[in-house]
């Protein structure tokens, strides 16, 4: 008993280890580029993405299943989190498509989050161990809410550098154009002073 309770929670210390990373790709213009996931036939999974840079932060994404069929096609898509059920076990593709760009590549954060299989792997507890088999799911249910809180951490940060990088690039373009209005606004002072100067001067007669 006390050897299936450790491996319980090594069990737990696995699933809570295996958070799933997100990965950044750059999408050339005219080009698209594809991933695949080999996923078994009844389980959830879920493609988060997210355009941190390029144009105007959108994209086109599809997701494909085995058999090739479109389980979900967008266009000019700035970030989104899409949950699928595997209806067969085979590879699933996802694919981020640039091809309406005519010259600015787009670099796209994303990430492919399987969840477990339902079907009971060799070796899993029987009926007569059915509160561990309950623990076990609890942990894994855990897992993937701590998964969905670091994927939510890392969207922030993204967002959050880009609202900052916004901001900045504003501000510069707010202080470049006073300082263009100010210089306008001299010149003008100076040519009105230097006219009128010009405009009250008594000629003299010789």
């Not at 958070?19 to 009844?42: L, M, P, R, T, Y």
């Not at 389980?43 to 840079?53: A, G, L, R």
């Not at 507890?125 to 894994?140: C, F, S």
């Amino acid at each position: 008993m006390r050897n299936l309770s450790l491996g319980v929670v090594l069990v737990a210390l696995v699933q809570l280890m295996h958070i799933a990373q997100a990965f950044v790709v750059n999408v050339d213009a005219h080009s698209e580029e594809c991933f695949f996931e080999k996923i078994e036939g009844g389980t959830k999974f879920s493609v988060t993405f997210e355009v941190i840079d390029g144009g105007f932060l959108d994209i086109d994404i599809k997701v494909t299943g085995p058999d090739q069929g479109i389980m979900h096609q967008s266009v000019k898509e700035s970030s989104s989190r899409l949950t699928f059920a595997a209806v067969a076990t085979g590879v699933y593709t996802v694919c981020f498509d640039n091809s309406k760009s005519s010259m600015t590549p787009k670099m796209v954060m994303f990430s492919i989050d399987v969840g477990e299989s339902p079907h009971r792997a060799p070796g899993a507890p029987g009926e007569d161990e059915v509160g561990h088999t309950k623990l076990e799911d609890m942990i894994r249910e855990l897992s993937g809410t701590l998964t969905s809180v670091k994927h939510e951490q890392e969207y922030m940060h993204v967002r959050d550098k880009i609202h900052r990088s916004v901001n900045e690039s504003t501000n510069s373009r707010v202080v470049l154009w006073s300082t263009f209005e100010a210089l306008v606004l001299v010149l003008m002072t100076v040519g009105q002073v230097y006219y009128l100067k010009r405009f009250f001067e008594v000629k003299r007669v010789v």
